[in-house]
């Protein structure tokens, strides 16, 4: 469910914002409804289970981006990237433990994300031209 509260809690006040002056309501409610869409697990790449993101970037050599939802660094990272998101592997660490503990040892206990791993190298919250760089 916490994978979901952020992208419930921006539909809520968009619809609580369709009862303010009518303009204004509107333009509210259609900004919360696209910041849902943004925050949601759905405006992300399929996630993948750790070990198989992990095996699928040994094979083809793609990155791993480990993230999760409702994350604004998570979202800037996949807004800046645009379509070019798909050619890295996503692992959700809130639907995957295996996830979450790969972060932890990367970031020395922390579940910080967006955590990124190219080929060894690992980047905690990377700026999205770092990430652009190694597609």
Known sequence: MRRWTATIVALAVGVLSLGTTKPVGYVLA??????AVAVSPRGF?????????Q?????????????????????????????RARRLHWVDIWADPQGAAAVRAVTGGDETVPTVVFGGESRVNPAPAWVKAHL
Not at 30 to 35: D, G, K, S, T
């Open 30 to 35: 259609a900004v919360f409804v696209v910041l």
């Open 45 to 53: 790449p399929r996630s993948l289970p750790a070990a198989e993101a």
């Open 55 to 83: 095996r699928l970037s040994a094979a083809d050599g793609r990155g791993i981006v480990y993230w999760r939802p409702g994350c604004p660094y998570c979202v800037r990272l996949r807004a800046s990237l645009g379509r």
